[in-house]
């Protein structure tokens, strides 16, 4: 009997130890057979998750941020205990003690599971299985997947520190609101780092994992809260809260950015602009847009955020003076339905749906409004962001339409969108007022002419009405701004500012006819230096040069600044009709103020990687002494320069004496005045469809250009000199009185000599007076005069050179004794810019 009973017992054991060996052997084929294809979790060690990109200015502010996913990297011995806690405690509070999968919670899910017949489903992946599921698996709910991240997670256990596996998971977790990463996260919820939250606010983030986007503190508050207490309790009971830390968070409110109960990280960066843009735009081509969006990337801009708002405010007051003398209102052209005015919630919310500029600042913000009423002495408005108060009613009085054609019911209509400001009066409030964003546009740049430096940039009026780069991005003819690259290549070709040119008409053949240029003022002056040839901005003189000295030599000199690739070789070109854009004027002219060095624009001073690895310098230039300790009082490090000449540095120094007296009598005479010696060349295009100005300080060039975007004549009275001449000297202003300036470096072998500035005869060393002018000549130069150059043109029969030309020209003795035909002293207050005719 017991033989048998040994027996059978005997056969169960068999049984079940064979089942179990059988089991052991299935269960081993299905993770060798699932664990032979699957990804290597070695990919880990290089994981580089998509970060942020930030904008910094030189003073190490962040200005802008760019992200394909909002994600910023903290490492985990920086991630604050009580975050890691909270994690643990909501996700797999047996991390820091399993194997990467946690044999009770599967039991237990399987366990509800059944017991539920179904119903209820609860996840069992532990935080290192979420790595796995997330890094290196799909997002699948099949056992073939679970399977999967079981064996990887086990491995990853074996190669990775529980801490470097919580890094990576609180990187990479979407937390909601668009952002990824407790690091981002806290910043979107709270404006806080990581080290500034409370406990309430640690669970709050963890409450996310599960479902990113269904515990919103606002749509889904009370689910939110429920949640939070959840995660702290278990935080209470898994030891890592006293009990006075615990009842002081479940008390918490839950307090966040979205309830509006701190301010937006966002709102705490500027409005973006032009210059952060246009950053995006060229480090998208130089290391692609990928990259851009999320290498994490750490960009220091050029950027002086002070000068930005002077260049951003001085365009935008030229371009509002002229919007308003032309007496139309347009208004922003969006409407909200007249069913939305019946009700203060209902036209403020239609308000804020309107995408209309928000950035503008000029003379104080500019509010988006609605009209609610029209009558005949006031418009009733309703503004976005204020309330009304008794001191400052919302009302708009007759008064302030002065300058617009017609009345309120000839120009407005209930529920039109507009602007207003306030008016104030030694800061006293006066009444609101109407604005609009001009039709007419325009672009400003100013940059360091040693180093090409940009530190402020304005591409149009405003940013949010048009992101359309004016400054880098618009075509547009420069005009008589030009023509400095014309008198550079004739000053190199052996002509000095002294050299008489003729200033006559030309008539030439083209495939279109005959061209008759002409100057600005209709008149003709003769014999004329080349000093006042671009004082006074002569077209025909110009022309003259260009001929002479060989208008391929002029596109040469034009590539060789980097203002055309490829310009035309046609005369017209010698006064600025090859389209060009102020960005590439701008940096041309600065290699005229640096002593003829070529100089390369840059937004951006330096760019490191995620991990503080420099990867582009823009200043490449050495210091000789820096690190030599010894260095005798009063000598400072030697910073040398690699950069190449693109034109000798007295031709140089000739163009900045020549375009100072364009400045000081020339074109731009009655629009720059600055303390400091300032050289500069104005354009106007033909019809005024597009007016410059570009000028230098000994540090500092800036240039502006106004047009419409679609060219259009500005009017009769436009001209370089009296639309962008203020918008230079308002800016520079404020330029110099931040960075100084000084005179403009003579080179060491000018050879002075005194001119008739009128005349270009030569004059005693002791010669003084408002016609004597030091002309700086090279050494052993001697000028010639009596010599007149017109260009090789043949005179037509019926366009005279000089009988009917006004003014006639004189003979005057030269320094050689011999007697010289001249031109006579321009009638100054006759001329103009110039331009294209």
Wanted: charged share 20%; aromatic share 10%; glycine share 8%.
């Amino acid at each position: 009997m017991l033989r048998y009973i040994l027996s059978f017992f005997g056969g169960i054991f068999s049984l079940l130890t064979m089942g179990a060996l059988m089991g052991a052997l299935t269960l081993g084929a299905v993770f060798h057979m699932y664990g032979r294809d699957l990804p290597t979790y070695e990919t880990l060690s290089q994981y580089t998750p998509k970060m942020i990109s930030r904008i910094y200015s030189n003073e190490g502010r962040i200005i802008d941020e760019f992200a394909q996913e909002r994600r910023l990297f903290t490492p985990a011995e920086e991630i604050p205990d009580l975050v890691k806690q909270a994690f643990i405690s909501a996700e797999d509070k047996n991390f820091y003690t399993h194997a990467g999968y946690d044999p009770r919670g599967i039991a237990a899910a399987i366990y509800e599971a059944f017991q539920s017949r179904g119903e209820t489903l609860r996840g069992a992946s532990t935080i290192t299985q979420q790595v796995m599921k997330n890094f290196l698996l799909d997002g699948s709910t099949t056992l073939e997947r679970k399977i999967k991240e079981i064996i990887l997670a086990t491995r990853i256990e074996g190669a990775m520190s529980k801490e470097k596996i919580l890094e990576l998971y609180l990187t990479e977790i979407d937390l909601g609101v668009r952002s990824f990463g407790v690091t981002a996260a806290a910043l979107s919820y709270f404006n806080k780092p990581l080290s500034a939250l409370s406990p309430a606010e640690a669970a709050f983030l963890a409450v996310h994992p599960k479902a990113p986007y269904s515990y919103h503190p606002v749509k889904n508050r009370d689910a939110a809260i429920v949640r939070r207490n959840f995660i702290l309790r278990e935080m209470f009971q898994n030891g890592y809260l006293t009990n006075d830390e615990y009842q002081t968070a479940l008390a918490d409110p839950l307090r966040t950015v979205q309830n509006g109960d701190f301010p937006s990280f966002r709102a705490s960066l500027p409005p973006r602009d032009y210059f952060t843009d246009e950053i995006r735009r060229q480090l998208s081509q130089n290391f692609g847009q990928e990259e851009f969006f999320s290498g994490g990337l750490a960009i220091r801009a050029t950027v002086d955020p002070e000068l930005q708002v002077s260049a951003a405010h001085s365009l935008q007051r030229a371009l509002e003076e002229y919007d308003r003398n032309t007496t139309i209102w347009r208004g922003t052209g969006e409407t909200i339905a007249e069913d939305a005015l019946a009700t203060e919630e209902g036209w403020r919310t239609a308000l804020a749906a309107v995408d209309v500029a928000r950035d503008i600042d000029l003379d104080g913000k500019w509010h988006v409004a609605v009209i609610l009423d029209v009558a005949e002495n006031q418009l009733r408005i309703g503004i976005e962001d204020l309330i009304e108060t008794e001191a400052e009613p919302f009302v708009i009085p007759r008064e302030d339409i002065k300058w617009i054609k017609g009345d309120f019911f000839e120009n407005y209509t209930p529920g039109d969108v507009v602007h207003v400001r306030r008016m104030t009066e030694n800061g006293t409030f006066v009444r609101w007022t109407l604005r609009q964003v001009p039709e007419v546009q325009g672009g400003f740049m100013a940059m360091d002419v040693n180093t090409g430096r940009v530190i402020a940039m304005q591409g149009g009026f405003s940013y949010q009405h048009s992101v359309f780069n004016r400054a880098t991005q618009a075509q547009r003819q420069p005009g008589s701004s030009f023509k400095p690259f014309v008198y550079a290549a004739a000053l190199d070709s052996g002509y000095s500012p002294a050299t008489i040119v003729v200033d006559a008409p030309i008539e030439i053949n083209t495939p279109q006819g005959v061209w008759r240029p002409t100057n600005a003022s209709k008149q003709y002056y003769g014999p004329t230096p080349l000093r006042t040839g671009i004082e006074r901005s002569r077209n025909l003189m110009t022309i003259r040069l260009a001929q002479e000295i060989g208008i391929d030599t002029v596109g040469r000199y034009a590539e060789k600044f980097g203002v055309y690739e490829n310009m035309n070789r046609v005369l017209a070109a010698s006064l600025g009709s090859d389209e060009t854009t102020l960005f590439k004027m701008v940096a041309a002219y600065a290699m005229f103020a640096n002593g003829g060095e070529r100089v390369e624009p840059t937004l951006v001073d330096r760019v490191q990687d995620r991990f503080g690895n420099t990867v582009y310098r823009h200043d490449q230039r050495t210091c000789v002494d820096c690190a030599d300790r010894a260095l005798a009082a009063g000598y400072a490090p030697r910073i040398t320069s690699n950069r190449d000449r693109v034109m000798n540095e007295i031709t140089a120094y000739q163009l900045t004496s020549m375009m100072r007296g364009v400045v000081e009598r020339g074109t731009a005479s009655s629009s720059v005045n600055l303390p400091v010696p300032i050289a500069g060349k104005t354009g106007t295009t033909n019809d005024a469809k597009d007016v410059w100005f570009i000028g230098f300080s000994s540090n500092i060039v800036a240039g502006c250009y106004i047009g419409y975007d679609t060219p259009r004549s500005l009017g009769s009275g436009a001209s370089g000199g009296g639309f962008c001449g203020p918008v230079f000297n308002r800016f520079m202003s404020d330029a110099i009185d931040k960075y100084g300036a000084g005179s403009f470096k003579v080179p060491a072998d000018c050879q002075f000599i005194n001119i008739d500035r009128f005349s270009g005869a030569r004059l005693p060393d002791g010669a003084s007076g408002d016609n004597v002018i030091g002309e700086c000549f090279r050494p052993g130069e001697e000028p010639l005069f009596g010599i007149m150059f017109d260009g090789g043109f043949a005179m037509s029969a019926d366009l005279p050179l000089f009988d009917d030309v006004p003014r006639s020209g004189r003979n005057v003795t030269t320094s050689t004794g011999q007697t010289a035909t001249v031109g006579p002293k321009a009638s100054f207050g006759t001329l103009s810019s110039g331009g294209l005719y």
